[in-house]
């Protein structure tokens, strides 16, 4: 008889392999072809374009194991829980409000001891807000990638581990999978290094798991998280502040003990059967 465990443990390490292997071609080709080290042609303009599928790689790994081994039914089961509402209406309220309130306090609070500013483009046209929120959403990583990291490889891990360990994984799988973007990267996330996207992604994991297990898994909390912490860093620039940058790490450090004391770290989720 096959060994549950070791077919789970073949599953994850497939899934982080495939979510690699696709984006880090695509997105080792597009740092060379910035470079231009692979000369002029069709191939190239396709690589630096927006067009460029290289973040794919977490949705497209997903989807293609869970036709091997589930098909089509399995494939529109994983899709379903992109838009799964059906959770306690609580939870909307730390998913859609507590990166803008980290982030926003970080930068609020290096503006009053002082620092000056970036402009805040949404205050002369706040509609830009929710254009971004669609923006980013759909080609801002969210959607390229959730279904992967929280959809796929969450449930798997924590078949195997706790949900802290669980999330400590994915996490540093998740900010290492961006190292070949170092090289093209514009965004001033980029430029603190690979240690520091490591582990903001590793604290965001923890968050995204506790909202992951408390809303019976639904992918659509992870998309709305990992898009509200990518408009909210649009919107309140703390990171290009001198203050607002350890501000950053340290909020984001304490909502993730706070998850972890109340709610425990072996399952995230407080019930009757309270973690000990």
């Known amino acids: 008889m096959a060994n549950p465990n070791r077919s789970e443990t073949r599953k994850i390490v497939l899934f982080f392999l495939i979510a690699y292997g696709f984006t880090w071609v695509f997105w080792i080709s597009e740092a060379l072809a910035a470079r231009g080290l692979l000369g002029s042609s069709i191939l190239v303009d396709f690589l630096l374009s927006p067009q460029n599928p290289a973040a794919w790689g977490p949705f497209v790994s997903?989807?293609?194991?869970t036709f091997w081994y589930q098909r089509g039914r399995g494939v529109l089961g994983l899709l379903k829980?992109?838009?799964?509402?059906?959770?306690?209406?609580?939870?909307?309220?730390?998913?859609i409000l507590l990166c803008p309130i980290i982030i926003g306090g970080a930068l609020g609070i290096a503006a009053l001891a002082g620092?000056?500013?970036?402009?805040?483009?949404?205050?002369a046209d706040p509609s830009l807000i929710l254009v971004n929120f669609v923006v980013i959403l759909f080609t801002g990583g969210p959607l390229q990638?959730?279904?992967?990291?929280?959809?796929?490889?969450?449930?798997?891990l924590q078949g195997r581990f706790n949900a802290l360990v669980s999330s400590i994984i994915i996490g540093f799988m998740w900010g290492l999978w961006h190292l070949p973007y170092f090289f093209i990267g514009t965004e001033l996330t980029y430029a603190y290094g690979i240690i520091p996207q490591i582990i903001t992604a590793i604290l965001l994991s923890i968050l995204l798991t506790w909202l992951f297990n408390n809303?019976?898994?639904s992918i659509l909390?992870?998309?709305?998280?990992?898009?509200?912490?990518?408009?909210?860093?649009?919107m309140f620039p703390a990171l290009q502040t001198q203050l607002g940058s350890p501000l950053f790490i340290a909020f984001f450090v304490t909502a993730a003990v706070i998850v972890v004391l109340i709610w425990g770290y072996k399952?995230?989720?407080?019930d009757a059967k309270k973690d000990e």
């Not at 829980?81 to 998913?95: L, M």
């Open 145 to 156: 990638e959730e279904f992967g990291w929280r959809g796929y490889a969450l449930p798997r």
């Open 215 to 217: 809303t019976g898994g």
């Open 221 to 234: 909390v992870s998309l709305l998280f990992h898009n509200m912490f990518n408009l909210s860093n649009d």
């Open 267 to 270: 399952k995230m989720v407080r």
């Open 115 to 123: 620092e000056s500013i970036p402009e805040l483009y949404w205050i």
């Open 62 to 65: 997903a989807i293609l194991l």
């Open 81 to 95: 829980k992109g838009v799964d509402y059906k959770f306690a209406k609580k939870w909307w309220i730390p998913t």
